[in-house]
């Protein structure tokens, strides 16, 4: 336990990446509002903190499966706006959120298969995913409009015993990676295949005897559901379908997984890193907003703060 | 062992084997029995490899086919050759860096639970079993990264065992191990076999071959050569059957007569504790860095262009005394001196695959001009190369990944040739060359230094160098320790002296 802990901060040889240092900055942060502000530390702030971290988290969560094998998601924001605008169609609960999770898992397979079949490199793939997706949820919905069902509203809004809702999301949506990225053969070999990826031996899984090519595919099937689970929980906070809602929701996902310590180069990264990662982020731009920091100067000081934390983490000093 | 004829286990029957133009494995044939263990032999590029590969589902065969209790085995992928119980211990080092012992071993194939979750505390248990059993002192826990050679070739091994195989096919597994090793590695051969698995066993140390196979297949080009019980050969018989082929038209007649002094080794230490020595080589001689394999060949060579520092010593030119080049600009500042080096991994440090034969040879000339000159196309020299080296290219713009091994060479030797360099310095010329074409490259290689150049060489085939070469000096502990005539030279002798030298810390 104390050896996984300290792993997090050393720059060697932990396949969990440098997860130390966005958890270091996350309590700074912390300590810094709440001493700094009085309005951080309150009820009513924190409340909206967790629900605006939320949507990233689970995204960031998804965008961890791909980035494991050594790819990317940049469908991640469509797939967002497209969710929010297949809830907003009339139609009943029972039919409309099964189908965001069916349409999204088509998604994922279609990007999973078009780059392992195909051979066309993750980002041209993704981004042409985007493209069309983004298309599609335009002639949807073209400007923002429509309800989504009370249930996925209800589901979002408001608190079990004094517990905000959306902390409920995230418990589930990481005790789902969680199960799936360190418990089952599928996490496992996600794990393998980027290692092999990133150590130049391309072939080293498949002589283990795992499917490679199919693996591939269900990560990006699971970051378009992770996508389409962050799609119906903003779904809920806006009330309505918004083409636009997803914009660049894919970059902030990679940005939140790259800040705790998951290498792009695959094989490395952690559940609890990326979290910690997305909790950076929203501090940051909670923290910034309470003391009236500029919008503009604060997408600025995200991108010196990718830099200054991906730099301290090459691959080398790891000896991976 | 063999009068009652077991059945055997697997049968591989008429197995060929091309890699584009390149026929690597021309209608061979292995049985497998029970019980037994089989060494494949035959020297390096003799298809060893390749035909395990073929079994272990890594490559397809072009024809031929594999039976396994008599029945025909499909193997389109690694994953079938596993489950078919085909596991291998491959001679490149394939574990994953990023997991640990545990998660290696048990890669493929892991224990689950009733719920469909990794079985981790299973997985544990057992590696750390099978580690004690190979006298590993190792956490399961360990990530591979963290492991030396030795220790990750050792797990490789464990894997390979651990996968309850009927087959194992082990690629050289001593290359990384010291003596000690070997006997645990052998305790375990031993066991394996008395549980009745067939055991492949891949290796070039004869007293191993001896020591624990029960029959040997040997090839040579490809070809299959023979299968011989171990108890009815002799290591000599052995490898005659490996070598056997004419040598004397293999390589062309050995230089009349040497010139001036062109480049002179004085003092020369390669290591701060390696013993100082002197070398020269002159105009219009081959002069070969012979020797077992690692014992400093490469570091020597590769002082000369800037890759290794050498302890000491002096180096001069044609006469001229220089300092000896930097890691930076050595390559460059050697070619301009008329020294050109080829490195032994051709694909990795020489060529650039993706571009046309036609920039691969003259890249070399655009790298004596400025950046900004504009590029001539040099046409002209590309055809003169080309033709005289023979290459066999569709066109000079076609890239040169499309070329065979052979060709391949004959680009990256060219790229020098039309320097006009004086002396080239070539690591392994013949590396993954079909017969045809290192006949090719070794009567080119003679050619060049007949014309007035010289050529410093090391290469693993012993035969080669004999062949090739005018003079060897023997490398053994980082430095000269014996200078013979190449025409009187053998590999017993070149094995001698290196191993009978005296005063030299291996």
Known sequence: MIRWFTSGFSARRSRHGLWGVPLVIAVALVAILSLGTDQFATRENLFNLVAQAMPLLIAAIGQLFVILVGGLDLSVGSIISFSTAILSLDGPAVVLIPAVFVLAAAVGLINGLVITRMGVHPIIATLAMQYVLLGITRILRPVSGGTVPDLVIAAVQGSVLGVPLPLFWGIIAVGLAAKILYGSRFGLHLFAIGGGVAAGMDDAASTYGIRVGRNIVLAYVASALFAALAGVFLAGRIVSGDPNVGLLFELDAITAAAIGGTQLSGGVGSLHGTVLGAIVLALLANGMNLANVSPFIQTAIKGGLLLAIVGLQSRKKMGL | MFDGEPACLIEMQSISKAFGPARVLRDVSLRLRPGSVHALMGENGAGKSTLMKILAGVHRCDEGRILKDGKPLHLPSPREALAAGISTVFQELSLLPNLTIAENMFLG???????????????????????????LKLDPDQLVSTLTIAERQFVEIAHGIKADASVLILDEPTAALNAADVEVLNRSVRRLRAEGRAIVYISHRMDEIFGICDEGTV??????????????????????????????????????????????????????????????????????????????????????IGRHAPAGGTLRLRGQALKFPSPSGGIRAMARLGLGFVPEDRKEEGLMLGLSVAANLVIGLHAERPAFAPARRLKAVVQRMTDTLRIKTASPATPVAALSGGNQQKVLLGRYLAREVKILVIEEPTRGVDIGAKSEIYALLRAFAQAGGAVLVTSRETVELIGLCDRLAVVHGHTVVADLPAGEATEHSILAAALTAEGVAA
């Not at chain 2, 505390?121 to 750390?128: L, Q, S, W």
């Not at chain 2, 018989?237 to 050995?254: C, N, S």
Request: hydrophobic fraction near 45%; charge should be neutral; glycine fraction near 12%.
């Open chain 2, 219 to 304: 090839l040579k080009d490809g070809q299959f050569v023979a299968t011989r019980a171990i108890r009815d050969v002799t290591p000599d018989g052995l490898i005659a059957m490996m070598v056997g082929r004419e040598l004397a038209d293999l390589f062309p007649p050995r230089a009349a007569s040497l010139g001036q002094p062109v480049l002179e080794l004085a003092g020369f230490r390669a290591t701060p504790r390696a013993r100082p020595f002197d070398l020269t080589l002159r105009e219009g001689e081959i002069l070969g860095l012979a020797g077992l394999e690692g014992q400093g060949q490469q570091l020597i060579m590769r002082a000369l």
């Open chain 2, 109 to 135: 194939r892991e224990p689950l639970l009733l719920g469909g979750g990794l079985d981790r505390r299973r997985m544990r248990a057992e590696t750390a079993a099978a580690l004690e059993e190979l006298d």
